[in-house]
C-alpha cells in the first residue's frame, strides 16, 4: 500500500486565522503549527520568486521534519521561458532544494505549465530538456492544456520516471479532465476548486474560492484507493485556499484515506 500525503498548496494566508490558525498566532509560528497537523505541503512561492537555500533550510527547520514537501518550479522554468535563461533557473532552483533533498524531505518537483503550452514539436523538445536538466529530481508534471491528454505523453513520462499530476478544476473546453494517471510509480492529485465563472478572471483568489462538500470528497476515495493500489506514493494537495476552504478541505480528505478500508 501507498504512503498517502495531504496537505494544502501553501500555508502562509493570515485569512486562515479563526480557520485553521489560533487569531493571536504569529505569522512566522505558522509553519510548525501547520506541521502538528499534516504531513506534507504543496510550496507555491518558489514559483513566484526562485527559492534561495536559506529560506528552504529554514522551513525545514520551523517544521521540525515533521512535514514532506512538494515544491513547485519557479515561473522561468515553465511559464516565462528564455533560451538564454532556463538552464540556470534549473540549476540554481535545484542547489535552493539541497536542505530538503539531502534530508529526503522532497518528495515531488512541480512542473506546472500554462495552458498556453500544448503538445507541440517545439514544446515537446523543451519538456524533455527540462526534465533532463532535472534529472535526479522527483518530478511531477502538471499540464492545463488537454492536448496533453494522450498515451504517447504518459508512456513518455513513465519512461522518464516523470509524475503525471491529476487535476480536479471546472469542466472547460481545453483544461484536462481527471483521468486515473499513474506514471512515475507515484501520484499526485491536486484539488483547484470548480469555479468555471471565474477560472479565466484577472482575480486569481476568486477562481479558487471553492469549497468541496463532504459528499464531493467522498467521491474521489475510490480514485485515491486506485492509485494507492499501483504507487509507492499518493500526494494529495488542495490549492482552493481562499477563505480556507483548502485547509478545512484538507482536513477532512486525511480524516476520509485514514477511515477507508483501501
Known amino acids: 500500500m501507498a504512503e498517502i500525503l495531504v496537505g494544502t498548496s ?18 512566522d509560528e505558522f509553519l510548525a503549527f ?14 513566484y520568486g526562485m527559492p534561495e537555500e ?5 522551513m525545514v527547520t520551523r517544521s521540525m521534519g515533521r512535514l514532506q514537501f512538494s515544491v513547485k518550479a519557479h515561473q522561468s522554468m515553465t511559464h516565462n521561458v528564455t533560451v538564454s535563461g532556463w538552464r540556470d533557473s534549473s540549476r540554481a532552483f535545484r542547489e535552493a532544494l539541497l536542505p530538503m533533498t539531502n534530508r529526503g524531505l522532497l518528495k515531488s ?8 503550452f500544448h503538445y507541440a514539436p517545439d514544446e515537446r523538445r523543451y519538456l524533455d530538456n527540462l526534465v533532463g536538466e532535472l534529472q535526479g529530481l522527483p518530478l511531477v508534471a502538471e499540464f492545463r492544456h488537454r492536448s496533453w491528454q494522450n498515451k504517447r505523453v504518459w508512456e513518455g513520462l ?19 479532465s481527471s483521468l486515473q494517471i499513474v506514471t512515475g510509480g507515484a501520484a499526485y492529485l491536486r484539488f483547484h ?17 471553492y469549497d468541496y462538500t463532504q459528499s464531493q ?20 494537495y488542495f490549492n ?23
Not at 54 to 58: E, V
Not at 193 to 209: K, P, V
Open 217 to 236: 470528497l467522498e467521491t474521489f476515495l475510490p480514485l485515491v484507493n486506485s492509485v494507492a493500489a499501483s504507487s509507492r506514493l499518493v500526494q494529495i
Open 193 to 209: 476548486g470548480r469555479n468555471a465563472g471565474s477560472w479565466y478572471g484577472t482575480n486569481a483568489r476568486d477562481r479558487y474560492e
Open 240 to 262: 482552493n485556499h481562499a477563505k480556507g476552504h483548502a485547509v478545512v478541505n484538507a482536513q477532512k480528505m486525511k480524516i476520509l484515506t485514514q477511515q477507508s478500508p483501501g
Open 34 to 47: 501547520y506541521s502538528g497537523y499534516f504531513n506534507a505541503l504543496e510550496i507555491n512561492y518558489t514559483y
Open 158 to 176: 513513465e519512461k522518464r520516471g516523470v509524475g503525471w499530476c491529476i487535476c480536479d478544476m471546472p469542466e472547460l473546453k481545453n483544461l484536462p
Open 109 to 116: 518537483v512541480l512542473l506546472q505549465f500554462p495552458q498556453s
Open 10 to 27: 501553501g500555508y502562509d494566508y493570515p485569512e486562515w486565522r479563526g480557520v485553521f490558525y489560533p487569531q493571536d498566532l504569529p505569522r
Open 54 to 58: 536559506r529560506q528552504i533550510a529554514s
